[in-house]
Every structure is written in structure tokens, then in C-alpha cells.
């Protein structure tokens, strides 16, 4: 089943901004992962926030959970060119699989 | 760096035909996954293996099978192929079952004629 939702499905900025996006999922997680696929390329992981964590940094990246509202964000800093692809969160819980949604394709404009 | 190879990037095959996608890793993972990703609806769960000669469904397992003999090597297999089954194939491996990290592949763009 679908669980988590990305929002924005789309976000273009200009190189040197900052990026946000947002993840909502459904039940209860362990976990919550994102990734990023450049176009027509496999998904690489960038990081993993834990159900007790409520903020995790590396590098640019910034990630936030709230549990109480089931949603998490992504903040990517200073924004290159190279940053252009979908991100996609991905959410554990009781069950043995990961639940990946829709994504957000970000596009970073030189 | 763990390493997850597709057999193609890009396949096409005529409706009805077998299909056998195969997905190899070299880091031991004992978990393989095997999705379908299509335009607006993210990735999609076919099937996953956590031991050789095991197999579980996912969310959409109908059109599907898949092999495990192997660790190293998941196959996902389209008994007979159909134009709804064009898409993205992405395989993935972890160490452990979810929560853990997942590695992906390169995909396979299938298009069924």
C-alpha cells in the first residue's frame, strides 16, 4: 500500500536556495528513510531518521519527524545544479518492507 | 561499496513472451526486493526474498514470479508479458529486513510491445 505522500510533486528554485520538502505517511514507523534518484538511475540513499529521533543532519541535507502529525521534511541548503532529481521518502514500519511514495522532483536552476 | 547489478538497462519484448529480469549483489545481503516504478505512483513492491528459496508478495505480485537459488542473485520472471506491465523495474538488497538501508540498482526500462 501507498503510504507515504510527498509534497511538493514538483519544486524548482534557483541554485543557492534552500529546498523543503515534505513527507506524510499513515501508521505508525520505526523508521523513515529518503532517497534520491536521478532521472532514469536506481535510488540512493541519503539518509535514515529513527521513530525517536526528531532531527538528523549530514551535510546539506536536514531531516525533521514529527510523529504526532505522521510527516517529515527534507531541507537541502545552499542548492546546486547537481541537486536536480526526485526525492522520495520511505517509510518501516511492522511490516517487512518499506513504503515508498510518490516523490518530489526538484529541479535547481543554474 | 555494496554493488547492485541489473542484467539490462533496456529491454523490449512482444506481448506473451517470458521475460526474466535478473538482479545480482556482492555484499551478501541476505534481503532482495524487487519494485516497479511507474510515473505518479512511486515505487511499487512486487516481491521480496530474505533467504534463498524464500519469497514473499508484495502489493502487486499478479503477472509476477521470481527465483531465488542463489544469495547473491534475485530474478524477477514475466511469465507471459503484457503491454500493463511496461515500466521501470528496480531491484534492491539490504542486510536486514526493513527498517535497514536498501541499495538499488540501476533499473530496467521494460517496454512490452
Known amino acids: 500500500s501507498q503510504q507515504g505522500e510527498e509534497d511538493p510533486q514538483a519544486l524548482s528554485i534557483q541554485e543557492g536556495e534552500n529546498a523543503t520538502m515534505n513527507c506524510s505517511y499513515k501508521?505508525?514507523?520505526?523508521?523513515l528513510q529518503w532517497y534520491r534518484q536521478n532521472s532514469g538511475r536506481g535510488l540512493v540513499h541519503l539518509i535514515l531518521?529513527?521513530?525517536?529521533?526528531r532531527e538528523k543532519h549530514s551535510g546539506r541535507l536536514r531531516v525533521t519527524l514529527d510523529t504526532s502529525k505522521k510527516s517529515s521534511s527534507l531541507l537541502i541548503t545552499a542548492s546546486r545544479a547537481a541537486d536536480t532529481a526526485s526525492y522520495f521518502c520511505?517509510?518501516?514500519?511492522?511490516?517487512?518492507?518499506?513504503?515508498f511514495g510518490s516523490g518530489t522532483q526538484l529541479t535547481v536552476l543554474p | 561499496d555494496v554493488k547492485v547489478t541489473q542484467s539490462s538497462r533496456y529491454l523490449v519484448k512482444r506481448t506473451g513472451e517470458k521475460v526474466f529480469l535478473e538482479c545480482v549483489q556482492d555484499?551478501?545481503?541476505?534481503?532482495m526486493f524487487w519494485y516497479r516504478q511507474d510515473p505518479g505512483l512511486g515505487l511499487r513492491l512486487i516481491y521480496f526474498?530474505?533467504?534463498?528459496?524464500?519469497?514473499e508478495k508484495g502489493d502487486i505480485p499478479e503477472g509476477y514470479s521470481v527465483s531465488r537459488e542463489k544469495k547473491e542473485r534475485f530474478s524477477l520472471i514475466l511469465e507471459s508479458a503484457s503491454t500493463n506491465q511496461t515500466s521501470m523495474y528496480l531491484c534492491?538488497?539490504?542486510?536486514?529486513?526493513?527498517?535497514?538501508?536498501?541499495?538499488f540498482g540501476p533499473g530496467t526500462r521494460l517496454t512490452v510491445l
Open positions: 520511505a517509510s518501516s514500519g511492522s511490516a517487512r518492507q518499506l513504503t
Open positions: 555484499m551478501d545481503h541476505e534481503n
Open positions: 534492491a538488497s539490504s542486510f536486514r529486513i526493513a527498517p535497514d538501508t536498501q541499495y
Open positions: 501508521t505508525s514507523i520505526n523508521n
Open positions: 526474498s530474505y533467504d534463498v528459496k524464500m519469497k
Open positions: 531518521i529513527r521513530s525517536n529521533e
